[in-house]
């Protein structure tokens, strides 16, 4: 099995700083994308943020440049820091990860269990 265990989300000024961390474990022969998705109420999941084994990192325009993508691929672990939010960054925030399984010759989809991101105007 694999588990992915998320934290560091809690309420935070606008304006204001967080830093969100997504670690992996488990049966895992290797990770190829590490990412951050957010889902606000009543709205779908998006993508806010994603990076390969290789350091190649993507995001949407809503957080370009105000959110940091890094990976230790060491640790299996994936960080996400927040600058500049604003309350509608407001949401569930659930890390992703495209995992290959020992004796596995093919990626699956993994995601955390959620952690709940507040931003107060």
């Known amino acids: 099995q694999v588990h992915l265990v998320a934290s560091g989300g809690g309420l935070v000024q606008a304006g204001g700083s967080l830093r969100l961390s997504c670690a992996a474990s488990?049966?895992?022969?290797?990770?190829?994308?590490m990412g951050w998705y957010r889902q606000a109420p009543g709205k779908q999941r998006s993508l806010v943020a994603v990076?390969?084994?290789?350091?190649?990192?993507n995001y949407p325009d809503s957080v370009k440049g105000r959110f940091t993508i890094s990976r230790d691929n060491g640790k299996n672990t994936v960080y996400l820091q927040m600058n500049s939010l604003k309350p509608e960054d407001t949401a569930v925030y659930y890390c992703?990860?495209?995992?290959?399984?020992?004796?596995?010759?093919?990626?699956?989809?993994?995601w955390g269990q959620g952690t709940q991101v507040t931003v107060s105007s």
């Open positions: 992703n990860a495209l995992v290959r399984r020992y004796w596995s010759g093919s990626y699956s989809d993994y």
């Open positions: 488990g049966s895992i022969f290797s990770i190829y994308t």
């Open positions: 990076i390969t084994s290789g350091g190649v990192t």
